[in-house]
């Protein structure tokens, strides 16, 4: 089973940066996609960035130009820099991993347990 734990979260003033980083541990066979979203108080769940093994990345409209994410297969990590922080990114951050496994043979989806990022004023 693969597991997923993430940190660097924490509080940070407007204007500053914070990098969040994703440790997938376990039975690992594969790891396709992985990726960031966040959930705001109150607020849907929302994609913040995602990157493929081939290292081709998609942004939310809002996060782009500062945010970047980047991940190494060889260590199974995936990182998010975040740059040029506002109140609004205020949000639990979680890992995501779409996984194969082959006993049972199947693709699943994974999930941290979140990371709190606050961006004071």
């Known amino acids: 089973q693969v597991h997923l734990v993430e940190s660097g979260g924490g509080l940070v003033q407007a204007g500053g940066s914070l990098r969040l980083s994703c440790a997938a541990s376990?039975?690992?066979?594969?790891?396709?996609?992985m990726g960031w979203y966040r959930q705001a108080p109150g607020k849907q769940r929302e994609l913040v960035a995602t990157?493929?093994?081939?290292?081709?990345?998609n942004y939310a409209d809002s996060v782009k130009g500062r945010f970047t994410i980047s991940r190494d297969n060889a260590k199974n990590t995936v990182s998010l820099q975040m740059n040029s922080l506002k109140p609004e990114d205020t949000a639990v951050y979680y890992c995501?991993?779409?996984?194969?496994?082959?006993?049972?043979?199947?693709?699943?989806?994974?999930w941290g347990q979140g990371t709190l990022v606050t961006v004071s004023s």
């Open positions: 990157i493929t093994t081939s290292g081709s990345t």
């Open positions: 995501y991993a779409e996984t194969v496994e082959l006993r049972p043979p199947r693709v699943l989806e994974v």
């Open positions: 376990g039975s690992i066979f594969r790891i396709n996609t």
